[in-house]
């Protein structure tokens, strides 16, 4: 699972074979979102419970996966309420051990606010946030033409994305330990990764660890978590 587009460590970049049938391509999707699922909690099963049950996707249980068809087919796992399906809406339900989610889809013509989206030079992921008016993100992945939908890319998805959420959920304990007394503006900087909101991640990570040039310097969201961790790490020998 390459991540030459990620805005954050829920968002991936996988490719996608262009399928002529729209009921072709629900059903694909349908199968790489069972597929995804079911490879994150194969590999959230390796954590102890504790861990398993901190992980987005097991914490929220119930969700909202969102298939978006722009110049990038973009799914995205959200817990934020959407309106029942209205006209040629289509919804389809699915459920895995501790998880239930129904899958919606979307393009330009059920929402012309996605056919204004420039996706040149990549997939824009805010932008189609934006369109669905979505804010709790759980994941995104950004499906680009070109590859499968098959159950091998699902896998690799599926445990890159519990790998990450596990990772990214150790970081930020090791930051509130690190510095009990700021806990409140280090959910603000963990919220801010999850939603991809770059600018504002970094403005909370240099208010958290000022004129600090590791911090600075990180070149993308796991690293700028990194050197926030060296920054607020305790010296040896200090509690």
Same mark, same amino acid.
């Given at each position: 699972?390459?991540?030459? *587009?990620? *805005?954050? $460590?829920?968002? #991936?970049?996988? =490719?996608?074979?262009?399928?002529?049938?729209?009921?072709?391509? =629900?059903?694909?999707?349908?199968?790489?979102?069972?597929?995804?699922?079911? #490879?994150?909690?194969?590999?959230?099963?390796?954590?102890?419970?504790?861990?398993? !049950?901190?992980?987005?996707?097991?914490?929220?249980?119930?969700?909202?996966?969102? !298939?978006?068809?722009?110049?990038?087919?973009?799914?995205?796992?959200?817990?934020?309420?959407?309106?029942?399906?209205?006209?040629?809406?289509?919804?389809?339900?699915?459920?895995? =051990?501790?998880?239930?989610?129904?899958?919606?889809?979307? $393009?330009?013509?059920?929402?012309?606010?996605?056919?204004?989206?420039?996706?040149?030079?990549?997939?824009?992921?805010?932008?189609?946030?934006?369109?669905?008016?979505?804010?709790?993100?759980?994941?995104?992945?950004?499906?680009?033409?070109?590859?499968?939908?098959?159950?091998? *890319?699902?896998?690799?998805?599926?445990?890159?994305?519990?790998?990450?959420?596990?990772?990214?959920? =150790?970081?930020? $304990?090791?930051?509130?330990?690190?510095?009990?007394?700021?806990?409140?503006?280090?959910?603000?900087?963990?919220?801010?990764?999850?939603?991809?909101?770059?600018?504002?991640?970094?403005?909370?990570?240099?208010?958290?660890?000022?004129?600090?040039?590791?911090?600075?310097?990180?070149? $993308?969201?796991? #690293?700028?978590?990194?050197?926030?961790?060296?920054?607020?790490?305790?010296? #040896?020998?200090?509690?």
């Amino acid at each position: 699972m390459s991540e030459a *587009h990620s *805005h954050d $460590d829920s968002v #991936a970049d996988v =490719r996608v074979s262009p399928d002529t049938t729209p009921d072709a391509m =629900r059903a694909a999707m349908n199968d790489y979102v069972s597929a995804l699922h079911a #490879a994150y909690l194969d590999q959230a099963s390796k954590l102890t419970p504790g861990e398993r !049950a901190e992980l987005p996707l097991v914490k929220a249980g119930q969700f909202t996966v969102v !298939a978006v068809g722009t110049r990038h087919l973009h799914v995205v796992g959200t817990t934020s309420p959407l309106p029942a399906p209205a006209g040629p809406e289509v919804e389809l339900v699915g459920s895995d =051990r501790d998880l239930a989610w129904t899958l919606r889809f979307f $393009d330009p013509v059920l929402l012309p606010e996605l056919g204004i989206l420039d996706e040149s030079a990549g997939p824009d992921a805010l932008g189609v946030r934006r369109a669905l008016g979505i804010t709790d993100v759980v994941y995104h992945l950004s499906v680009a033409p070109g590859g499968g939908l098959s159950p091998h *890319h699902a896998q690799h998805a599926g445990t890159g994305l519990a790998n990450a959420h596990s990772a990214s959920a =150790r970081d930020y $304990d090791a930051l509130r330990a690190y510095a009990p007394s700021r806990v409140d503006i280090i959910d603000e900087f963990a919220a801010t990764q999850r939603l991809g909101l770059t600018t504002a991640s970094r403005l909370l990570a240099s208010l958290l660890a000022p004129r600090d040039p590791l911090v600075e310097s990180a070149a $993308d969201p796991a #690293a700028l978590r990194r050197a926030l961790i060296e920054a607020l790490r305790p010296p #040896a020998g200090v509690r």
